[in-house]
């Protein structure tokens, strides 16, 4: 299938999952891009054959008559396409997230996240459920949306971790410790990387305390390098790394950062911010709550040059720890 189709296909079963009402072919014609460009008879034909192919994979589209309208109208229902609530092995959970990440980093997940967008400006009234949906997360299981999985990790550990535990290759990574500002070289074969309450660990023999031991992601500094060869890491048989990060819950201090915004940037920033006010010099200062410096740098960091982490201090060192690893 080609990737016009695909996205075609994609951004209809957004478009009639998204609606609050059944949509007239017309409709439909203008919101969805790849329909708007042919003509009258193609985009019947087109239109015919996109709903026959997806009914053929097991998507509902219901035709709703209306005895008020001259047209019938189309729309999935939500209750018809979701999944019931599923339970899964952890791993299956563990390979499920890898392919939510894949998804996350595809250019279609783009598409998907502008099509409601699209819609909107179309004129066409949406669920606000369902464009909530496109943000959800992924822990260990299925959560979220209806339409996208996402893995919420901007460690940038994660990509070569997993592909470490692919290839079954020891890595060697600076450390800092829970509570301390000391970062120490760790030296690991890696069993396997797990999600735990929104963070991501990894699950492995420490060769330097010759322990089994879990590391959270978000407290790696610098980059992740492999050592020796692809094949070297054995997984005992019956380990259980859900059990391995299975640590008492940590108290989650709420503090608040003072971050510098652009003006006119960054307003999803904003709109959590406690507060913002003007900072002079095109830039405005937000409170910004937080509980972890480690997230919270990570976000800082992606949004480059339009944000300055004032403070406090540990959050500040933090996005200069992940700049200089960009960098570096």
Not at 10 to 32: K, S, Y
Request: proline share 6%; glycine share 10%.
């Amino acid at each position: 299938m080609s990737r016009r189709k695909t996205e075609r296909l994609l951004n209809l079963v957004i478009c009639l999952l998204a609606t609050r009402r059944p949509l007239p072919a017309e409709q439909i014609r203008q919101a969805v891009p790849g329909y708007d460009r042919e003509s009258d008879e193609a985009f019947q034909r087109m239109f015919e054959r996109d709903k026959n192919e997806l009914r053929e994979i097991g998507i509902p589209i219901d035709v709703v008559r209306d005895p008020w309208e001259d047209e019938p109208g189309y729309r999935i229902e939500r209750q018809s396409y979701e999944l019931p609530e599923i339970t899964l092995e952890p791993d299956e959970a563990a390979v499920l997230g890898l392919a939510a990440q894949v998804w996350q980093r595809a250019s279609l997940a783009e598409a998907a996240s502008g099509a409601l967008l699209k819609l909107r400006a179309g004129g066409v009234h949406t669920d606000d459920a369902l464009g909530g949906g496109i943000g959800g997360g992924i822990g260990g299981g299925i959560g979220g949306g209806a339409l996208e999985l996402r893995v919420d990790t901007r460690d940038p550990a994660f990509p070569a971790l997993w592909q470490a535990v692919r290839d079954r290759k020891v890595v060697r990574f600076d450390y800092r410790s829970a509570g301390s500002e000391n970062v120490r070289s760790r030296t690991v074969e890696p069993w396997g990387v797990v999600s735990r309450r929104g963070r991501w660990y990894l699950a492995g023999h420490d060769r330097d305390r010759e322990a089994p031991r879990a590391f959270r992601l978000s407290r790696i500094t610098g980059q992740v390098t492999t050592v020796g060869k692809a094949g070297a890491v054995e997984v005992p048989e019956g380990v259980d790394l859900r059990a391995m990060v299975a640590f008492p819950d940590e108290p989650a201090q709420e503090r608040v950062a003072v971050v510098r915004v652009r003006h006119g940037a960054c307003e999803g920033l904003r709109q959590l911010a406690k507060a913002v006010r003007p900072g002079g010099d095109g830039w405005d200062e937000a409170e910004l709550p937080f509980t972890d410096p480690e997230r919270l740098a990570g976000w800082m960091a992606s949004l480059g040059s339009d944000v300055e982490v004032a403070g406090p201090p540990d959050a500040r060192e933090a996005v200069i720890r992940r700049l200089k690893g960009a960098l570096a």
